[in-house]
């Protein structure tokens, strides 16, 4: 099949001329011609005629042109495949995924993400602010930073308006603690907690997507008005209980199939004759028969994935998911819509995009093949626009090579002082707590404190917990929400005024080539201590330092679990 293309790789005015079109509204397939304007879709020619002369056009004989995909259930974190931002999105593009909803990062991070996503070719990338439980899921490594801990009804609501200046597009919350059955079970969060949370979130226009993973608590988030169950019930078949309480609370399910296939490529022989793989494979079929159920039933499916975690990865996992309705017994075109219109109207999106109409975003997907009919076809992606520009295909943008965001520079010796009025850094960006994590977790409480004539100081005090590695300590970003580098190869370290309880501290500073360490003692009185970058316990054999590619500075007590333990810190700076 030949493919003729015109015009500019970018231009937002385009012709698709003579394509097989699936509109995701539920209309059968047709052939048309369709029109791009600005970003928009401005025209949908059924009578198929020719490009207008000088539009550029893409010769749509023998392809099929579909609604972008939705992944409303990511992670953009470095454990994935890919495991580095660029890579992620250049994934999703040559999968036809338009649109994601990132899980991974904590509220700061969000505007310095939306920043740098803007200049890469990829899909839009939402970001959802992420609640839980004390000791619950999600809530596992101890970073309030990252996941709110709310308890009551008064303590939902209130987290709810502090993450508003974030401007989050949704709101995550872990609300089920259950372990599958294999390991201890976390805390769940009960049913007025969860009821006040998402009554706020909507007051202020936020969806709310929960990790719900069985019968008794799906019940619960249909009564509560969850707009989305973002995993798969797992622990039993569902009935009609479940389907009317999903229903009644308008509950969109997005069962994540991907990531709960335990026979997944890379997946070995001897992990195939572990006993836990039986378990899993029972589980799963659970997953597969429930994902039925509740379509057969009524209830509206849309799509996630939980792709960044182990043997999940970014883009392929979208199209597995979809695969895996198939199996589950979804008619392939349902397997569509529900990767397409239904997860744009579970976050309320469906206005913009979704579908293929007049006055929408250009956010499409062209592919060889007609996987309404074949859905394996979906891996035939021949190009993807996401607003009007060609993020993948032929004259797309080359792919971006590098890893990370371009490293800011450094105009100040002064990390940070605290003496700044809203808190901030120097860098402008917030301490965060370091602490372990886990069931058995240290506990600490920091804050920045008045003393005499130094003016603020860092405070810190934690109870470390009855295990082996305790852990408490901050962390100070070079920039905000830990996104961009900092190049700070004109420096030869880092010196801080500390004092503390006659213990040993490590000193530590994370470069995206991992974290370079070195250990201290501090007593009552206030001492400057300096850490030559070249001096300090390299990451691994071999690593060389550069300097050029700082995240953060890190100041922690690492002792035996059991001891209450304490430091302050001042003028902590570069020279």
């Keep these: ?104 990062q904590a509220p700061e991070a969000f505007a310095p993400k939306r920043a740098w996503l803007e200049t890469l070719p990829g899909p839009r990338v939402n970001f959802a602010a992420r609640m839980s439980t004390t000791n619950g899921h999600g809530a596992d490594w101890s970073d309030k930073s990252t996941t709110k801990w709310v308890n009551t009804p008064f303590a939902a609501t209130e987290a709810v308006r502090e993450l508003l200046p974030y401007e989050p597009d949704v709101i995550k919350v872990f609300t089920d603690g259950w372990r599958y059955g294999s390991g ?45 169950i973002a995993h798969s019930v797992l622990d039993q078949h569902i009935d009609q209980t479940t389907i009317d309480a999903l229903k009644a609370g308008s509950t969109a399910y997005a069962g994540t199939l991907a990531v709960y296939n335990p026979d997944k490529a890379g997946t070995s022989a001897f992990e195939r004759e572990h006993p836990s793989f039986k378990q899993r494979q029972a589980r799963f079929q659970v997953g597969l028969d429930n994902m039925k159920a509740l379509y057969e039933g009524g209830v509206m499916i849309a799509l996630g994935t939980d792709a960044g975690m ?143 004539e130094r003016g603020g100081i860092l405070h810190l005090t934690a109870d470390l917990a009855l295990r082996e590695d305790a852990k408490a300590g901050i962390a100070i970003p070079m920039n905000r929400g830990f996104v961009q580098p900092a190049d700070v190869s004109g420096y030869s370290g880092v010196s801080l005024d500390v004092r503390g309880d006659g213990g040993v501290y490590t000193f530590m500073v994370s470069t995206t080539d991992g974290r370079w360490a070195s250990t201290f003692v501090a007593g009552d009185e206030w001492r400057t201590v300096e850490f030559p970058f070249a001096s300090m316990e390299a990451p691994a054999e071999g690593a060389e330092w550069s300097g050029d590619k700082i995240l953060d500075i890190r100041v922690l007590i690492k002792r035996a679990g059991g001891e209450v333990a304490w430091f302050e810190l001042d003028e902590v700076r570069l020279y």
């Design 184 to 228: 201890v079970d976390n805390t769940s969060m009960n049913e007025p907690t969860l009821t006040a949370l998402v009554e706020e979130a909507h007051a202020h226009g936020l969806k709310v997507l929960t990790h719900t993973v069985t019968k008794d608590r799906a019940e619960i988030a249909g009564r509560a008005g969850v707009d989305v």
């Design 310 to 452: 182990p043997r999940t990865p970014h883009g392929y996992a979208t199209l597995s998911e979809m695969e895996l309705m198939v199996r589950a017994g979804l008619p392939p075109e349902a397997a569509l819509i529900a990767g397409t219109a239904n997860s744009a109207r579970a976050v309320g999106v469906y206005d913009q995009r979704g579908s293929i109409e007049v006055g929408k975003d250009a956010d499409v997907v062209l592919i060889a093949g007609k996987p309404w009919e074949d859905i394996s076809d979906l891996h035939n992606t021949r190009y993807t626009f996401v607003g009007g520009e060609k993020v993948f295909g032929e004259g797309a943008p080359e792919p971006v090579a590098s890893e990370y965001m371009v490293s800011s520079s450094v105009d100040s010796e002064v990390i940070d002082d605290f003496d700044s009025e809203d808190g901030r850094s120097s860098r402008d960006a917030l301490v965060v707590g370091d602490p372990d994590g886990g069931l058995e977790r240290s506990w600490q409480v920091f804050e920045i404190i008045e003393d005499g």
């Design 1 to 104: 099949m030949a493919i003729s293309i015109s015009g500019g790789a970018l231009a937002q005015d385009l012709a698709i001329t003579g394509v097989t079109v699936f509109d995701g509204t539920g209309a059968d397939p047709y052939k048309a011609t369709v029109m791009f304007d600005d970003g928009l879709i401005s025209a949908v020619d059924k009578a198929s005629g020719p490009a207008p002369e000088g539009v550029p056009s893409i010769d749509g004989d023998g392809l099929s042109l579909l609604p972008g995909f939705f992944d409303l259930h990511v992670h953009y974190t470095f454990g994935g495949e890919p495991a580095t931002t660029p890579q992620i999105s250049a994934n999703y593009a040559k999968t036809g995924v338009t649109s994601v909803y990132d899980f991974a």
